[in-house]
């Protein structure tokens, strides 16, 4: 008998070098599921970075915890028996290099991006997101823009068209710098309310006068050419760029994200 027939384990190396790396498959299957909901979910849904950094370690210790086993094993039956096949500890050492490759790439990254999502939601927040501390952020901007459309000739007692108020301030979810939420304020009139109203015709405004008490108020403006009524528009931090004021009258104040 040759020493290839006196070969033993042949069929269980084959088995593992086929069933293992099923294992891997379970593990990404799972992370990749974990990390969607991560990503994209919403409320309940979203998970944290304590909760993915489990997910990935318990998928991790499947491939890994196996694989692993599957060579002692391998190599506790060589040891009584000399011709026992190696071709399932192979299998399993390569697997097993495999998943410890690929899930400490994976684990790696994502304790990176949770310290560094740490450290930015440990920055206190900006000056901008910070404007009217101690104060009314939704009574400041409504101050401002109903001053601005008085400016322009307009009355800002006006009432919405959609729900007939005259606050003419839309309020939006959003994030600070730092990651914690905030809020987005939105002043505009006429109000952007999908209801359509009649265009009324422009009225005599001062755009001059609006610059100057812009000017007062701390809000850097630009001129806007090039258009048949008079424009400005704001440039300053705690306002974003789509703020402007134009001869009509038509007024838009839109606030950074401002800290609750």
């Not at 790396?21 to 599921?33: A, D, E, K, S």
């Not at 490759?101 to 901008?128: C, D, F, K, M, W």
């Amino acid at each position: 008998m040759s020493e290839y027939d006196r070969t033993t384990g042949v069929g269980s190396g084959i088995a593992i070098a086929v069933l293992l790396p099923g294992t891997l498959l379970v593990c990404w299957l799972v992370q990749l599921v974990v990390y969607i909901r991560a990503e994209v979910g919403q409320g309940d849904d979203r998970l944290s970075d304590g909760a993915v950094l489990g997910w990935y370690l318990g998928a991790a210790a499947l491939p890994v915890l196996v694989s692993a086993l599957t060579v002692i094993v391998q190599l506790a039956i060589r040891r009584y028996d000399e011709h026992y096949s190696i071709v399932g500890t192979i299998a399993a050492l390569v697997v097993l290099a495999i998943a410890v490759l690929t899930n400490g790439t994976l684990i790696g990254s994502h304790l990176v991006s949770t310290a560094r999502s740490a450290y930015e939601h440990a920055q206190p927040p900006t000056a901008a997101e910070t404007h009217f501390a101690g104060g009314d952020a939704r009574a400041g901007l409504r101050e401002i823009g109903d001053h601005t459309v008085e400016l322009l000739g307009g009355d800002p007692s006006v009432s919405n068209a959609a729900d007939g108020s005259t606050d003419h301030i839309e309020t939006r979810r959003c994030s600070l710098r730092n990651g914690s939420r905030g809020t987005e304020y939105v002043y505009s009139f006429p109000d952007l309310s999908p209801t359509p109203t009649p265009e009324a015709a422009p009225v005599p405004g001062d755009i001059d006068a609006v610059q100057d008490y812009w000017k007062a108020q701390g809000i850097r403006t630009v001129r806007v050419d090039g258009r048949p009524e008079p424009q400005i528009e704001a440039r300053v931090p705690w306002l974003s760029p789509d703020s402007f004021a134009r001869v009509g009258p038509a007024v838009q104040l839109v606030s950074a994200c401002l800290a609750d």
